[in-house]
């Protein structure tokens, strides 16, 4: 959607190394959310803010990091702890009250 | 726990069908339902409701949600093969300033010609 920068849209990793998924908003909106998809199943929560320096776990947290330093930026970071990181990512900025999520192009990560 | 289930897994059908595509949810704290489709990348958002029994229509796609019986239906009259996508259902939940969503498993609608 226009107004929303995922990058890169493909990334290749080697078993235990970190990699960061850029997400970039220009649409003034509070909140971001990054859900990740596997084949065949439909999204799931990662880690989601709604406010600068602030940032809450969803659902499935565990070897992911987040930081919202601006508000137009929310980068997730897929560690080396992430048992099984090969994914598509996608973010999404959202008003803080929530409605509609409208999201960026994705990212997907392979794990070579 | 918030549970999504829709219903069929997935579905084959021809150019000028009539197709429903089926949403179940148990969640606590309903905020609004909401459906996407999803075409090999981004999910793109079609529609969200909140209030029961009020239909919603975008051209030959429409649905309704019943919160009384917790589920919500996607019509798509005169399927084209541009159709033929994973249809995401979700379920927004959550108190007064966030809202959560939940997604179920998605259905995969082909549309052969």
């Known amino acids: 959607d226009g107004g929303i920068t995922q990058s890169p849209k493909y990334l290749f990793r080697k078993e235990g190394q970190n990699v960061t998924l850029s997400c970039e908003q220009n649409?003034?909106?509070?909140?971001m959310y990054w859900y990740r998809q596997d084949p065949g199943q439909g999204l799931r929560l990662i880690y989601y803010?709604?406010?600068?320096?602030?940032?809450q776990k969803g659902d499935i947290a565990e070897g992911y990091s987040v930081s919202r330093e601006k508000k137009e930026s929310f980068p997730l970071t897929v560690t080396s702890a992430q048992k099984n990181p090969t994914a598509f990512y996608l973010c999404?900025?959202?008003?803080?009250?929530?409605?509609?999520?409208?999201f960026g192009e994705g990212s997907r990560l392979t794990v070579l | 726990e918030d549970k999504v289930v829709q219903s069929p897994l997935s579905l084959v059908v021809h150019e000028g069908d009539t197709v429903t595509l089926n949403c179940s949810y148990e969640?606590?704290?309903?905020?609004?339902l909401l459906w996407y489709k999803q075409e090999k990348k981004a999910p793109t958002f079609l529609f969200m409701l909140?209030?029961?029994?009020i239909e919603k229509k975008s051209g030959r796609l429409s649905s309704i949600l019943d919160k009384k019986e917790l589920f919500s239906i996607l019509n798509i009259t005169a399927t084209q093969t541009g159709d033929s996508a994973v249809y995401l259902c979700?379920?927004?939940?959550?108190?007064?300033?966030?809202?959560?969503?939940?997604f179920g498993q998605g259905t995969i609608l082909t549309v052969h010609p």
């Open positions: 999404a900025p959202s008003w803080a009250r929530g409605g509609e999520l409208f």
């Open positions: 969640v606590t704290n309903f905020r609004s």
């Open positions: 979700a379920v927004e939940t959550g108190g007064t300033s966030y809202g959560k969503l939940t």
């Open positions: 649409l003034n909106h509070d909140a």
């Open positions: 803010s709604q406010i600068v320096n602030d940032f």
């Open positions: 909140t209030s029961s029994g």
